[in-house]
């Protein structure tokens, strides 16, 4: 059985500053996607970033950006240039590439920018 | 990318009754997903819903306590039976299409009173 760990329940940075969030898993399986979902007050899970495990390259998106370490299974999150808006739930997550197409979570973080 | 509109938002329920959540999307998929939030809580899977065949129940949950109906290959039901206050969470749908990304609607916030 796969597992995600996210070691940090809450964090709290200064706006502009850069953050990181944790995350690792726990799985025998070679092909697999990760993710990082963002759950503001909404409660809309809204996907952040994802990475395939086959890749190397660790994948970026505009202020977003993972350090993905397959042999240690990490998988964190960066956030620079934090801003008001980023302030949420994130959740780390795990997808199989064969079979269920379900997503296993991690129990998430609470992030708080702060003006 | 998919659009997914989930209803109703929020309920508040009396113990012992059911409430039906619905999950529409905007195109076809083949899975969909329904998942639990407790208070505070990560997001764990209760279902996942395949058009023509039976739901597939994680471990902890069972089909008379949470049925699941996927008639086509828009739409879903996710039905909390019996409920208690322990019932009380947000019930998210999800639709996924080759493993590149998991659509989510918006939740349903579920207080049983």
């Known amino acids: 059985a796969q597992t995600v760990t996210q070691s940090q329940p809450e964090m709290s940075v200064q706006e502009a500053e850069t953050v990181t969030l944790s995350c690792t898993y726990d799985t025998s399986e070679n092909n697999y996607y990760l993710f990082w979902y963002k759950q503001p007050p909404s409660r809309q899970m809204i996907l952040v970033i994802r990475?395939?495990?086959?890749?190397?390259q660790n994948a970026t998106e505009n202020r977003f950006s993972v350090n993905f370490q397959k042999a240690a299974k990490s998988f964190s999150l960066k956030i620079s240039d934090s801003q008001l808006g980023d302030t949420a739930m994130y959740f780390c997550a795990f997808m199989i590439i064969q079979g269920a197409q379900k997503l296993v979570f991690g129990q998430g973080t609470r992030l708080t920018i702060n003006p | 990318s998919a659009v997914i509109s989930q209803k109703p938002s929020r309920d508040i329920c009396q113990r012992g009754t059911s409430l039906t959540i619905q999950c529409q999307v905007d195109?076809?998929?083949?899975?969909m997903f329904w998942y639990r939030q407790q208070p505070g809580q990560s997001l764990t899977l209760i279902a996942t819903a395949n058009q023509g065949s039976e739901a597939t129940y994680e471990s902890g949950f069972v089909i008379d306590k949470f049925p699941i109906s996927r008639p086509n290959l828009t739409f879903s039901t996710l039905t909390v039976s019996n409920m208690s206050p322990e019932d009380s969470s947000i019930y998210l749908c999800s639709a996924g299409e080759g493993n590149t990304e998991a659509f989510f609607g918006q939740g349903t916030r579920l207080t049983v009173v």
């Open positions: 195109s076809q998929v083949t899975m």
């Open positions: 990475q395939e495990a086959y890749k190397q």
